[in-house]
């Protein structure tokens, strides 16, 4: 190098070469991959194989479980079951796990309590069966003893995620929107530290009116024993689908259809009262 260089100073740096990962195209790991974003599918068998089938003469498919018995004695209503098992197993409960790993347990008496001071809070206000509220509490302790004062009251509560922020129209923000405009402007219930935030989405998205009720001041100082009467046809709460769009639909969920869901678990799994869930 200094030969060719003529005598000037030159350096050597050693340098690790680092080759630049092969490509491969979609082709060269499916075999059967087709340009055109098709079924991989061969489409002549398939057409044979459809041809060799008379459906005329093929029994339609059916499935069925068999028939689901339910014990008679056996609450019709999550009214009813709440009542039941706070009564019947006062020791057991819901064990709620916050984000740092936190427990905190609420047996299922306390919790009926608490929901009959919520309920309290809810008559106070005028409000009646059938009636919809949002919820949007982000501790879970007192966001089940609102959602169960509402079901008490015979009113349908939906829970809406909170939001990161309500600053602008994020994702969450605007499902919120459209699941108000949905329901006909319900009152929200949230966490004290979140009203003024809901309270300002009238000027950030247009929510003009928005009812924003402290979940704080719910808990009303009197239990009240005036609980709704609920048919196992009424609606218990809304269920939100997804909302890719950003328009979700609600899914009424009635109290027929919860209970027969819990009792199919029950048969199925061999669920009992010495066993928890993970939700």
């Known amino acids: 190098l200094r030969k060719a260089t003529e005598g000037t100073q030159i350096e050597v740096v050693r340098q690790e070469k680092r080759l630049a990962p092969r490509t491969l195209h979609v082709s ?8 055109d974003m098709s079924s991989s599918l061969d489409e002549d068998l398939v057409q044979a194989e459809a041809k060799e089938i008379d459906e005329s003469k093929v029994a339609p498919a059916y499935s069925n479980g068999g028939p689901l018995e339910i014990d008679p004695e056996l609450p019709t209503t999550l009214t009813q079951a709440l009542i039941r098992t706070a009564k019947l197993h006062p020791d057991k409960g819901v064990m709620f796990i916050d984000v740092e790993g936190n427990e905190d347990f609420m047996p299922y008496a306390e919790l009926l309590e608490n929901a009959k001071h919520m309920l309290a809070g809810f008559q106070a206000l005028g409000m009646k069966p059938e009636d919809r509220v949002m919820l949007q509490v ?10 169960w004062g509402a079901v008490l009251n015979g009113m349908v509560p939906v829970t809406v995620a909170v939001a990161p922020t309500y600053q602008d129209t994020n994702a969450v923000v605007t499902k919120l ?18 009203v003024d935030a809901l309270e300002g989405l009238e000027s950030v998205i247009g929510m003009k009116g928005i009812r924003v009720l402290d979940v704080e001041s719910l808990k009303h100082p009197t239990a009240s024993e005036d609980i709704y009467d609920a048919k196992p046809e009424d609606r218990v709460f809304f269920q939100l689908t997804s909302g890719s769009t950003g328009v979700p639909k609600g899914v009424q969920v009635h109290h027929t259809s919860m209970v027969t869901c819990l009792n199919s678990l029950q048969s199925i799994l061999g669920m009992s009262q010495k066993d928890s869930l993970l939700y």
């Open 177 to 194: 929107y459209n699941t108000w405009e949905l329901l006909d402007h319900p009152p929200v219930v949230t966490s004290p530290h979140l």
């Open 138 to 147: 982000d501790n879970l302790r007192d966001h089940f003893t609102c959602f």
């Open 28 to 35: 060269d790991v499916a075999a059967r991959w087709r340009s």
